[in-house]
């Protein structure tokens, strides 16, 4: 799918850098670099000062410095499917120190039926972190795939739990 964005900034963070994109209605995307469903170059101007890339920066700042961050709060504009947009939405309903697994969030969606395809759309959540697919486990509560990559997702799920635990997967 073709990210239509208006800006977008490079962001640091302790897990490795990451590329933010937005349009005029919020933030599209939040991305680590070689992470799946990466859109790859986007066809927008960079520009760090664009107010939704700096309320991202804000946003991941206080997260890694263990904050709890509400998603809602945040003004997105996530590009998606209706189908995955629902489920998306669900996500941001996961709060911090918190998980779930993949059937409860198809349930939570309404589509109960279809946890694979939940499970298709929770792995292309476009808005990594602030939009928090990272707490989706399987049903037995094992880490299951992140398109940021498993050592990433543990090590989220590790802060979550301890704020101090960051050092560890640094």
Not at 3 to 23: E, K, N, V, Y
Not at 57 to 80: C, H, K, N, S, W
Not at 96 to 102: K, P, Q
């Amino acid at each position: 799918m073709k990210i239509h964005a208006t800006a977008q900034a490079r962001l640091d963070t302790p897990l490795g850098p990451m590329t933010a994109a937005a349009s005029e209605q919020g933030l599209v995307g939040l991305w680590f670099d070689g992470q799946r469903h990466h859109p790859g170059p986007l066809d927008a101007p960079v520009n760090a000062r664009h107010a939704w890339l700096r309320a991202a920066q804000r946003a991941l700042d206080a997260y890694f410095a263990g904050q709890d961050v509400d998603g809602r709060e945040l003004p997105f504009d996530l590009q998606g499917t209706p189908f995955q947009q629902s489920v998306w939405r669900q996500l941001l309903l996961v709060g911090r120190g918190e998980t779930c697994s993949y059937s409860t969030l198809a349930q939570r969606a309404a589509a109960a039926h279809a946890v694979r395809a939940v499970g298709a759309a929770v792995g292309r959540n476009p808005v990594s972190i602030l939009v928090p697919c990272h707490r989706v486990l399987g049903a037995s509560g094992a880490l299951t795939g992140y398109a940021g990559g498993l050592d990433r997702k543990r090590a989220l799920l590790a802060l979550e739990r301890n704020p101090t635990a960051l050092a560890i997967a640094e």
